[in-house]
């Protein structure tokens, strides 16, 4: 630029030149008009003499405007500007200097550097506003950088890679738990705060980063210095040169140690959740934003007729096309749209499906919860066909509340009142028409009955005002809300003056007819439709006539003559036809017999209704004596074959289903007999044969043995025999033993057995009776050439046995009584099955009585059935007693539980007895008391080791007993380890006991080397 500088004196006047300065003036003077900077020249007064065109337009002058101006005119600043200090020291001294100043009437930064020449000063300047404003824009952004990284608690670091130092920020220092004085400075360093179980991951992960140029993100723990543990985030980025060689590493740090809890805490929340939503009766399927399946519960897939794994990430409208278009799909897309959950009914075609609809959207997606409404729907239904019903009837109904209004008021009561509905709903009901209702006395006895009974029936004038009267039966009932408190009454009226005129008539008439028969030997009488009398005359059997009228046949005659006599006049209730009988009657066991001839005619009303029976007899107990001689012998003969025959009857079904339970596992008994006998087999054949055999033996044994099973289940005293069991070999065994029958059948058994292992702490003698049952009734059920299957599997923690046939099926009536006791679907003598209908009523016990549960599934007659056993697998049986815990050896150790201070708790005496008994020969101390306070006072003067408890005890039951015990203070006994000894052996049991605050859940009966391992393991714990 010297030249430039030298020659910038050609701007300022001078005295004419030779042409070659000329040129040469001309020629620098190109130059600079020709240069990126602004150039301005000043006097040693300060007077600008020149200035290139940049300078004119940084400016915003012209050349001419610039020229003779002060040099402050030309810069605008103050006296004490950096600028104006810098101007004065170069025209005192021969210095370059230069300045960065703000000139705030062309609101612009201005770089200058200002050179001395002999004629003044020269000043190149740059524009350098946009650069001053990134640097400020750059300083707040490292301001905001900073301030983000510490409210979000990150650090940061960088790393060069080739001389290894890491520079580590300030917030980065914190969250390492150090102070950067005592940092190395090295990732050697660095890596020495990590946990040293981490360090080789971490490593490798930033050595494969640098070696494929990429990101890297690490989770790893630190150790602080006072030993505390500390979980660290880290993400860096590798940046290389222009080469591609790595050079320099950049990533932040975090602290997710609260983050790493709340993960924690989300698994077991949404475990909690899926719990929750499973043990709902509402159905219940969520979907995200992409309306794909993300949870189903049971019920959910059960009501949509799909498993959850076949709908889970799955496109809803996919999976279900047939929904596009319709209220399901235009409510679900306007609750996603809106986030408004949405409440709806609607019907399904293609499943056939009432639902009622919840809508719920959230910032994942939207969850539906819907239930069927189909026994709703239908009971609406009929609600409404029962209300069009009372609305057609002759009967005149109306309803009034607590404060005598008409709340309802049917068509029969408009026309017996001659008054509509529309001028009587909600009025008061002595308001409403000219009619006075009842006499006072027969509202207090009205009144009397509905407040006693809650109903009330009677005959009762109505007057009108003008004096006519209509004679009406009512017929009250008192109304009551779901809560049972009474809400009004209801009232059905008909008019039966004309029947009551009718019935003044006839009994007119029949004083004029009694007249006319009073000397006549025949038995005459009328009887209603319910066979009770209504006249009689002449009676032959000891009763004067006001003592028949209003019985029946059964009130008065000995029940097996009645049952005769009652059967011939039904006959003509039924047919319209007279008939005429000989009738043997007596008025009890010890009367001899008086026979009539018998004439019975059908009684008919005006409109030739049939209203009762008209007969008449004649006395013929003479004539039938010697006929009753002669048939006398011949009826003891017919009574004793008929009795004989009965008993064979009786005789041969019970033998018949003897035979049945005891005959299958003849079966393979004797199927593998006979082969052993006729065929030559191997030795492993034939140790498969007799080990069938030998197990079909034992298994009808066993059956025998259930026949009193029940009787042990209903009074609690079935006993198990606990060990490991592998529901495999269970399952195995049992289609080997109903293999020939299902043969014999032409059915196809087929087996599923997954390959992972399904073990389950149980009495396999009673799972394979229960596995068996399910399998003969299913090839029982089954028509030749069906099938079987049988499915053994893990779902979750508990292993599963399913059973499906393609047989009979099962009623939707009869199928919430499938597992009862002597509970039959087919329970006549026509019967196709025979059975004594224990079967699955053992399988339900054996299953709950092995903490596990049976259900039973069928779409409905004709289209089979499957039943399902769940058993809580060994590895998941922490409430139950779980062989391994202890050595066999070690188990049944006299000094197993030295000096173990044991406190007993049970109301029954021999139970306790028993159980202190038991854990004193295996070394323990043990103290008994027969209740829950007697407990507490042991527990606060004794300090046991642990407590068993019974849980069923009156008073305070053992749940009670351990929200007390869990209350005290630790150094009161509140954290004790406690055992619950009981009946109650179901799942649902163990879970309410465990979360209780028992720590296991032992069930009765137990074996003593059982209880002593158990004991033994909660002490060690």
Known sequence: MKPELESAQLLAPEPAAGAEAQKERERLANILESISDAFVSFDRSGRCTGANRKAEELLEKTQSELTDRNMWEVFPAAPDSHYYI?????????????????????????AIRLYPSPEGILAYFQDITHRKRAEVALKESEERLRLALSVAGLGYWDWDILTNRVILSENGGQIFGRSLENFGGTAEALLEWVYPKDRKSIALAFARAIEEGAECEEEFRLVLPDGNIRWIKTKGRVFCDPTGKPVRMLGTVMDITHRKGEKEALREANKRISNILESITDAFFAVDKEWRFTYVNQQGAQILQKPATELLGQNLWEVF?????????????????????????????????????????????????????????????????????????????MAIDLEKRITYWNKGAERLYSCKSEAVMGRSLRECYEYSW???????????????????????????????????????????????????????????????????ALRLSEQRFAVALQNSPIVVFNQDRDLRYTWVYNPKLGYAANEILGKTDADLTYSEDAAHLIDIKRRVLETGIGTRAEVALRASREQEFSYYDLTVEPLRDEYGNIVGITASGTDISERKKMEAERERLLKLERAARAEAETANQIKDEFLAILSHELRTPLTPILGWVKLLRTL??????????????????????????????????????????????DLAVIVKAAIETVRLAAEAKSIQIQPAICASSCKVFADPNRLQQVVWNLLTNAIKFTPSGGRVEIRLGAAGGHAQIQVSDTGKGISPDFLPFVFDYF???????????????????????????????????SPGEGLGATFTVTLPRLEQNTGCLVPGTLESGEANSPGLLDNVRVLVVDDEADTRELIAFTLEQYGARVRAVASAPAAMQEIALWKPDLLLSDIGMPEMDGYMLIRKIRALAPEGGGQIPAIALTAYAGEANREQIISAGFQKHVTKPVEPVQLAAAVAELAKK
């Not at 996603?336 to 959230?362: I, Q």
């Open 86 to 110: 810098q101007c004065q020291q170069v025209l005192a001294e021969p210095v370059t200097l230069e300045c960065e100043e703000f000139f705030a009437p062309f609101n612009k930064w201005f």
């Open 321 to 397: 096309p047939e929904a596009v278009g319709t209220a399901f799909y235009k409510n679900y897309c306007q609750a996603m749209a809106t986030g408004v959950p949405a409440h709806f009914e609607e019907f399904y075609p293609p499943l056939n499906l009432w639902c009622e609809v919840d809508a719920y959207p959230s910032r994942d997606g939207i969850s539906i919860y819907f239930r069927d409404l189909k026994y709703r729907k239908r009971a609406e239904e009929q609600i409404k066909f029962q209300a069009n019903v009372l609305s057609q009837v002759s009967d005149a109904v």
């Open 680 to 725: 030559k087999f191997d030795e492993a054949k034939t140790a498969h044969a007799l080990e069938t055999i030998e197990r079909n033996a034992k298994l009808q044994s066993q059956l025998i043995e259930d026949l009193l099973d029940v009787s042990r289940i209903l009074r609690g005293k079935l006993g198990l025999n606990l060990c490991p069991v």
């Open 438 to 504: 009842i006499k006072p006395e027969d509202e207090r006895e009205a009144q009397n009955s509905l407040a006693e009974t809650g109903t009330w029936h009677g005959e009762v004038i109505h007057t009108k005002n003008s004096g006519e009267k209509i004679c009406v039966e009512l017929s009250a009932s008192v109304l009551k809300d779901e809560t049972g408190s009474d809400t009004g009454s209801l009232a059905v009226i008909r008019d039966i003056t004309h029947r009551v005129r009718m019935e003044e």
């Open 823 to 857: 509970r039959q679907a087919d329970s006549k003598t026509t019967r196709k099955h025979g059975g004594l209908g224990l079967g699955l009523a053992i399988v339900r016990q054996v299953a709950e009585l092995h903490g596990g549960s049976v259900r039973a599934e």
